[in-house]
């Protein structure tokens, strides 16, 4: 080895290390603890202020407060309304449930933006950010719960779904349907406190809840936690979506993807030499 | 300062002679109002007025897209199944440039050219499907990298390759303008190039695949596996290689004038050696495919319509076509060879659209179908590529002999090993007419 490729070994080894004493600062600044909210079904009434809250909020149009009557299927959200009460009937008794994004631990669709328009701020909320969105949609194919909406009628189309209020949160104030609700059966927190919340709250009335906690576990675990006192699919929950993480799905595909980087040249120029012995020696045979 | 201006009016005068040459060029060849001319001309028109239309008003104008079916016929046909398509030109650069089977060679140029032009065309129509287009920079120039995201990685890939891609087939470009030198560096740039197209071919035509991993709870299970990046890689060397036999069979009617005797001569022996490798890639596709079904115990769905569209596309459209080119391989049958291809391709659009559009978000209420604009706009895009390549085709020595001047050196090479070998140059200059 000479004095020029001693040099040039030893930049480019110092090189590599820069990025990943980087990785490792990022990693111990990072002491926030993520928020959450707590929904407790029981407590909700289905008075829809929460959803009048949010439009006036986030200049959302005015919701068609009938249709939580009308309707016979569970309503989704749309790209002009961010959160919406559907009702469920489940032994004779009604049920109010609030339906939103669910601000994911881990979300898929954040995972899925190839331009890092949606984002999990560290704050909690998963938000979205015009500037960066290039409109592939590929945070809809993802998201397990069908949250991101997409504006087909704009021209210049932008993704609408709940933010948790992250521009009130910076600020130091609660979600605007939090401070609405008058049943307080929405609360807002760190998200392991709500999570102690609710435990205390089945611990104190084990006849009252179903002994479980939806989004504690579901997809890697939500921002969002939802009580109930009848199976949670009987509210319109999906529970067959498992706990893991849905980044997790396409990691192993990720991770082989280097690997194929650096190892599919090294192969194929192995083959093209040894093909060029062979092809010679049987062009001499002849 | 003598030498600067000396080189400075020999870059004007070569670049006017470019610019006259290039015009001259332009003109077409041939009647210009024939059937597929007319019928092509005013589809392209109505669609690019459709374009327009989307673009003013949203992608609802024209698209029955919805909040449940965010993918429709532009993704799940344009771009993913025009990519497995294009397969074909890995497939092909890998047998050519690295195992050094001389025998494809001659259809190497119009298979990397069709693969190409489907990259610019089908991917391409990515960007009319996308709702903010202008921040499409944004994943490129580096102020905001996705990295961890598959889409991020397939959209790299794609540019990449379609770079790779052009270099490879660069110098036929260079072959017709007359440029010898810049011919002799590009040709140098070929293996390297290939070496890195396969690499990101591997990655990509999988990617597609990969796409769909976080879709796990709306893919109906029939379709959805872990595997779905394995199973899109190796269906896509049998979709291109098929698309080639297809291809080939007709631009071997339509440009038969531009055919050298090469391409001519060698055409059956060429679709029977790509009918082989189409048939082993298939036998393991359905073998991966059986494997899938059995470990995923999938059994209770196949007596359903799900199960009976997913029959169809295994067994109607991957085994039987598998069935047939063996059978045409056994008796050298061209005709039924072509018969096996189109089935194959035909498997492959119900694959990618049941995978992307059709068993995608199967529980929905509100069904996708695509609208007639959606539909035109991607025959538009098909109608645009064919023209390209005609033109190109009809200019370039694709399927033509390259000029004299640039015939390769490796032949010239073993010209000289025969001469002095066999002492009958005679033969020779038979031989490479």
């Known amino acids: ?286 | 300062m003598k030498s600067g201006s000396g080189i400075l009016s020999l870059v004007t005068a070569e670049s006017k002679r470019f610019i006259k040459f290039f015009i001259s060029e332009l003109k077409p060849k041939g009647k210009l109002f024939t059937p597929f001319n007319i019928i092509s001309a005013s589809i392209i028109t109505l669609g690019a007025v459709l374009i327009v239309i989307r673009f003013a008003k949203g992608l609802s104008s024209v698209t029955n897209l919805s909040q449940e079916f965010p993918w429709g016929i532009w993704i799940g046909f344009d771009v993913i199944t025009g990519v497995a398509f294009a397969g074909g030109a890995y497939v092909l650069t890998f047998m050519v440039y690295i195992l050094r089977q001389e025998k494809y060679h001659p259809i190497i140029r119009i298979t990397v050219l069709n693969g190409f032009l489907a990259y610019v065309f089908y991917a391409g129509a990515l960007l009319l499907d996308l709702g903010r287009p202008w921040n499409v920079i944004n994943p490129i120039i580096g102020n905001s990298f996705g990295v961890s995201s598959v889409m991020f990685l397939v959209a790299w890939h794609f540019m990449l390759y379609m770079i790779a891609e052009f270099i490879e087939f660069s110098p036929a470009v260079a072959e017709w303008l007359g440029w010898k030198r810049i011919r002799k560096v590009l040709g140098g740039m070929t293996l390297a190039a290939v070496i890195f197209g396969i690499t990101l071919s591997t990655l990509h035509q999988s990617g597609l695949g990969a796409l769909f991993l976080m879709a796990k709870s709306k893919i109906h299970p029939l379709w959805y596996s872990e595997y779905i990046p394995i199973l899109f890689f190796v269906s896509s060397i049998f979709a291109g290689l098929s698309m080639v036999i297809f291809e080939g069979s007709i631009s071997h009617k339509v440009f038969r004038h531009r055919m050298s005797q090469k391409v001519h001569a060698s055409h059956d022996d060429i679709v029977l050696g790509l009918a082989k490798i189409c048939a082993a890639a298939m036998f393991v596709y359905f073998f991966l495919k059986v494997i899938v079904f059995i470990h995923e115990k999938h059994w209770l769905y196949l007596n359903s319509t799900w199960g009976y569209l997913y029959l169809i596309e295994i067994v109607g459209f991957v085994l039987i076509p598998m069935r047939i080119y063996v059978q045409a391989l056994k008796y050298k049958n061209i005709t039924v060879v072509k018969f096996a291809a189109v089935l194959t391709l035909i498997g492959i659009i119900l694959n990618r659209l049941n995978t992307s559009v059709i068993a995608y978000n199967w529980q929905a209420l509100n069904k996708y179908y695509p609208t007639w604009m959606e539909i035109v706009i991607t025959l538009s895009v098909v109608f645009v590529e064919i023209l390209v390549l005609r033109w190109i085709v009809n200019r370039m020595p694709i399927l033509s002999d390259p000029p004299i001047w640039a015939s390769d050196e490796k032949e010239e090479r073993i010209k000289k090993i025969y001469l002095i070998k066999e002492e009958e140059p005679e033969k020779w200059k038979v031989s490479s007419m």
């Open chain 1, 1 to 286: 080895m000479d004095r020029r490729s001693f040099v040039k070994t030893l930049g480019i080894m110092g090189a590599c290390t820069l990025p990943g004493r980087a990785l490792q600062a990022e990693n111990m600044g990072d002491e926030t603890e993520f928020y959450g909210i707590l929904v407790d079904t029981t407590k909700c009434v289905g008075c829809q202020t929460c959803t009048v809250t949010c439009a006036e909020t986030h200049g959302l149009p005015e919701p068609d407060l009938d249709a939580l009557w009308d309707s016979d299927v569970p309503r989704k959200t749309s790209d002009k309304q961010w959160t919406l009460i559907n009702r469920f009937e489940v032994d004779d008794q009604e049920y109010y449930v609030k339906t939103q994004c669910m601000h994911c631990c881990q979300p898929a669709c954040a995972a899925a933006c190839p331009t890092k328009a949606l984002l999990k701020t560290k704050e909690g909320p998963v938000v979205w950010r015009a500037d960066k969105c290039m409109g592939c949609r590929f945070c809809m194919v993802s998201c397990p719960f069908d949250m991101p909406k997409f504006e087909y009628n704009s021209p210049v189309p932008k993704i609408q779904k709940c933010v948790m209020c992250w521009e009130r949160l910076r600020v130091g104030q609660k979600p605007a349907c939090i401070e609405a609700c008058p049943e307080e059966a929405i609360i807002f927190g760190k998200r392991r406190d709500l999570i102690d919340e609710a435990r205390r709250r089945i611990y104190e009335d084990p006849e009252l809840y179903v002994h479980e906690i939806y989004g504690e576990h579901e997809v890697g675990g939500t921002g969002y936690l939802y009580l109930a006192s009848v199976p949670l699919e009987k509210l319109g929950f999906r529970t067959d979506l498992g706990t893991i993480a849905y980044p997790e799905y396409t990691k192993t595909f990720l991770y082989s993807v280097p690997i194929v980087i650096t190892l599919w040249p090294a192969i194929l120029l192995a083959l093209n030499n040894a093909s060029k012995q062979a092809h010679e020696s049987t062009e001499k045979e002849d």
